[in-house]
């Protein structure tokens, strides 16, 4: 009697690339770099609240230089109507209130991980703007990677507590072109596992062109920092995004490294 041999197992899933370029073309978030390592390997990993202080200078910042203004130039528009440099003050004062609150409010929501305040005033909206803004401060004092992955994990938290689901064809995840073989076949894998395509943006006209044209529900994105800052900045108001920071153990836009438990868990935060 014959015995059948064992069949194999079938291979894990593994998800089609929808575009890739290889090539080590910098973006020109890193138009300054020199050649050299980066600290600590390209490891920006930080706490959250960080941003808090960062975006807490930087509103000092904007206040400060708005009633410098207002303090120069409070003379000559006097001269125009008595009531303008008053007018002025009194919005410039509402203005800077209101800013302070709104951080309050945005720290308390990171802080209970509760909705506090609707899309538009906060991840999608008012708080992209004060991520990026928060940014340029940063990198006056170097400070801009460190800070802006503190302030991507806050996003994050405030995304999370949405809670929303997508049908598996409604995700999109978006990758940079500087994988290693080893990252990119893992994200392949987990792509695969939930049935997610993959798009390979080479910049990111190339990303919000592809959101255009597929029109998902529902974006996990993994990039460097600088990257990603700018790519929530312009996508985040427009689509739901998880956003997934990376390591740059060779340098931008080479042999990146990244945490696939993470992406697992933000792909699943989407589709499960």
């Known amino acids: 009697m014959s015995t059948a041999p064992p069949t194999a197992a079938a291979p894990a899933p593994r998800a089609q690339?929808?575009?890739?370029?290889?090539?080590?073309?910098?973006?020109?978030?890193?138009?300054e770099w020199d050649g050299k390592p980066l600290p600590d390997e390209g490891n920006y990993d930080s706490t959250p609240?960080?941003?808090f202080g960062w975006s807490a200078a930087t509103i000092a910042v904007v206040g400060v230089?708005?009633?410098l203004f207002l303090y120069l130039l409070g003379p000559r528009l006097a001269l125009l109507h008595p009531s303008?440099?008053?007018v002025l003050w009194l919005a410039w004062a509402v203005g800077l209130g209101g800013l302070s609150l709104w951080w309050l409010l945005i720290a308390a929501a990171y802080r209970t991980r509760k909705p506090l305040l609707p899309e538009g005033l906060a991840e999608r909206g008012l708080f992209l703007r004060m991520m990026r803004l928060t940014s340029r401060v940063a990198?006056?004092?170097?400070?801009?990677?460190?800070?802006?992955?503190?302030?991507?994990?806050?996003?994050?938290a405030l995304a999370l507590v949405r809670s929303r689901k997508v049908g598996t064809g409604e995700?999109?995840?978006l990758i940079p072109r500087c994988f290693s073989k080893e990252i990119l076949d893992g994200v392949l894998g987990i792509?695969?596992?939930?049935?997610?395509?993959?798009?390979?943006?080479t910049?990111?006209?190339?990303?919000?062109?592809?959101?255009?044209e597929r029109r998902p529900r529902a974006v996990v994105a993994v990039a460097c920092e600088r990257d990603m800052v700018s790519g929530l900045h312009d996508v985040a108001g427009k689509v739901p995004v998880l956003g997934l920071t990376m390591t740059l153990p060779s340098g931008p836009c080479k042999d990146a490294r990244l945490n696939l438990g993470q992406l697992e868990e933000w792909v699943k935060a989407y589709v499960v």
């Open 139 to 156: 990198s006056r004092f170097g400070r801009r990677d460190w800070v802006e992955n503190a302030a991507v994990k806050v996003y994050n």
């Open 65 to 67: 230089t708005g009633a």
């Open 191 to 201: 792509a695969g596992k939930y049935g997610v395509p993959v798009f390979v943006a």
């Open 203 to 212: 910049r990111g006209q190339l990303a919000r062109r592809v959101i255009r």
């Open 84 to 86: 303008i440099p008053r």
């Open 49 to 51: 609240w960080l941003f």
């Open 171 to 173: 995700l999109l995840l």
């Open 17 to 31: 690339l929808i575009h890739i370029d290889v090539d080590r073309r910098l973006g020109h978030e890193w138009d």
